[in-house]
């Protein structure tokens, strides 16, 4: 069963990935380069889903709730890209 957490754990940051990458991809309205804000917004969109998901592994392998972590994960996942689109909305 935490097997089958984990592998919706590792769809959720791909998804969560590919959804920054669609971010990061949109052209500048300025003209110029992107603010400081959208930049931000686009690395923790793109790169905080690796880094929540490498923590919550940490996290199981520690505590030994593999599928409590698992459950964790992926609202911190989803919390992480909620706040990237923030920073960066379309």
């Given at each position: 069963?935490?097997?089958?957490?984990?592998?919706?754990?590792?769809?959720?940051?791909?998804?969560?990935?590919?959804?920054?990458?669609?971010?990061?991809?949109?052209?500048?309205?300025?003209?110029?380069?992107?603010?400081?804000?959208?930049?931000?917004?686009?690395?923790?969109?793109?790169?905080?889903?690796?880094?929540?998901g490498?923590?919550?592994?940490?996290?199981?392998?520690?505590s030994?709730a593999?599928?409590?972590?698992?459950?964790?994960?992926?609202?911190?996942?989803?919390?992480?890209?909620?706040?990237?689109?923030?920073?960066?909305?379309?």
């Amino acid at each position: 069963m935490s097997l089958l957490g984990w592998l919706c754990v590792l769809a959720v940051i791909v998804a969560a990935m590919l959804f920054g990458r669609t971010a990061r991809n949109q052209p500048s309205r300025s003209g110029g380069g992107l603010p400081t804000r959208i930049r931000t917004g686009v690395a923790v969109s793109i790169a905080g889903p690796l880094l929540v998901g490498a923590t919550g592994l940490a996290l199981a392998a520690v505590s030994g709730a593999w599928l409590t972590a698992a459950a964790g994960t992926v609202a911190a996942v989803i919390l992480t890209a909620a706040i990237g689109l923030a920073l960066a909305p379309w």
